[in-house]
């Protein structure tokens, strides 16, 4: 590879990575608020009041979509760099 060669941007890949920081953030905030609501002394009925059922299940969503979205992104990063491969191979 040439000192000049361009680098290929790919969009599809930039979009997960960032879904993926901004959905694990989100749900990893949303695991502290609750933690820190436990240790100052909110009760289990409290949690089902205002905001706190939203805030209960964003971790419970955002985690296994921020894997699922991480093992998306790998696959589409092999696939993009086989074909790199391939190409050069011809």
Do not use: H
Request: hydrophobic share 55%; net charge positive.
């Amino acid at each position: 590879m040439t000192a000049n060669s361009p680098v290929s941007e790919n969009r599809l890949e930039r979009v997960l990575a960032y879904m993926i920081l901004g959905i694990v953030a989100v749900s990893l905030i949303c695991f502290v608020a609750i933690i820190v609501a436990t240790a100052t002394g909110m009760s289990r009925g409290d949690f089902a009041q205002g905001l706190w059922p939203m805030v209960s299940v964003i971790p419970l969503v955002g985690l296994p979509l921020g894997m699922i979205l991480i093992v998306a992104l790998l696959l589409v990063s092999v696939r993009r760099r086989s074909r790199a491969a391939k190409d050069a191979g011809q």
